[in-house]
Each structure stands twice: as C-alpha cells, then as structure tokens.
Nanobody, 125 residues
C-alpha cells in the first residue's frame, strides 16, 4: 500500500493550503483516513480523520474551525483543506490509512496501518 501526500509548501499566516493524499495498492474505500502532523522536537499529533464512506469525521480542537477533511473515493484521494493558517501549524503532515478501524474516524496513530512519507507545511508570521 502506498500513500503519497502533496500540496505542502510555504504560506503566510492567515493563508490557505490544500493537501492531498492518494492511496494505491489497496481499495481506497476500505481505508479510514487520517491526517497527523509532527513539528520539530514534538510528538506526532492527530489533526483530523474521516471514515471509509466520508459521512463521519472528527478533528482536533486546535484545528476544528479551520481545517476540513474530505475524500473522493473515485479518485482514491483524501484532502485536507487548511484555512486561517497559523505559525503553530508548521509541521510535517502525514496521511494514514486505517483498515481495522475504517468505520469510525479514529485519532490514535496506533490505529493506522499505513502511512505516507509526509509533506512539509511552513507558515510564516
């Protein structure tokens, strides 16, 4: 199973970015999908997740009113729309697939079996 993120980059505070993650090697609709991030010197943290069908999602309080997760099962892709970005959002962002917990959005890294390589998001002040 391969997960490939794209869309990261450098943006000013208050700006927006949309990350994409395309999955191959497994039927995408059998994956619950999550986004995590890791800043330098910090542990990997949950950002947001969506179940296999796209009808259920959840998000960390720190991003709940700013970030939106969505998925297109016809394109094997999950998206992370990030608005009103802050310098503290700077991190490497990872997408992940959970086959075992695909029916509900889950927030623990250990619930995910497959991970992408990450994409850097840098927000300047």
């Amino acid at each position: 199973v391969q997960l490939v993120e794209s869309g990261g980059g450098l943006v000013q505070a208050g700006g927006s970015l949309r990350l994409s993650c395309t999955v191959s090697g497994r039927t995408f609709s059998t994956c619950g999908m999550g986004w995590f991030r890791q800043a330098p010197g910090k542990e990997r943290e949950f950002v947001t997740a969506i179940n296999w069908s796209g009808v259920r999602s959840n998000a960390a309080d720190s991003v709940k009113d700013r970030f939106t997760i969505s998925r297109d099962n016809t394109k094997n892709t999950v998206y992370l729309q990030m608005n009103s970005l802050k310098p503290e959002d700077t991190a490497v962002y990872y997408c992940a697939c959970s086959w075992s917990k695909r029916y509900y959005p889950v927030s623990l890294p250990t619930d995910y079996e497959y991970w992408g390589q990450g994409t850097q998001v840098t927000v300047s002040s």
